[in-house]
């Protein structure tokens, strides 16, 4: 079993930044895909970015791109999200999740691990 646990959300101006962390537990060493997604009120879980360990490739949803940038510790026990220059529009509840194959999907069904989810807001 792997746990995962976010924490780093809060109450922002547009402008600024946040980083949001993601601490994983248990069989880390099992894990080879990891993804950030996000939920606005009365909006489906939308992908937000991905990184798969081996290689350390990648992957941002347009809206966020250039913006954003994921990264994650070798050992697979910290994942972050480091989101720059933040819009009202980023305003949700952002949820980390992981994956034991290195695929990366960007639909939340495709995910074994969640985390229980931590709030970004941003005011205008």
């Known amino acids: 079993q792997v746990q995962l646990v976010e924490s780093g959300g809060g109450l922002v101006q547009a402008g600024d930044s946040l980083t949001l962390s993601c601490v994983v537990s248990?069989?880390?060493?099992?894990?080879?895909?990891m993804a950030w997604f996000r939920q606005a009120p009365g909006k489906e879980r939308e992908f937000v970015s991905a990184?798969?360990?081996?290689?350390?490739?990648?992957y941002y949803a347009d809206s966020v791109k250039g913006r954003f940038t994921i990264s994650g510790d070798n050992a697979k026990t910290t994942m972050y999200l480091q989101m720059n220059s933040l819009k009202p529009e980023d305003t949700a509840v952002y949820y980390c999740?992981?994956?034991?194959?290195?695929?990366?999907?960007?639909?939340?069904?495709?995910?074994?691990?969640w985390g229980q989810g931590t709030q970004v807001t941003v005011s205008s």
């Open positions: 248990g069989r880390t060493f099992s894990v080879n895909a």
């Open positions: 990184i798969r360990f081996s290689g350390g490739d990648t």
């Open positions: 999740a992981a994956n034991h194959g290195s695929v990366i999907f960007t639909t939340p069904r495709q995910y074994d691990y």
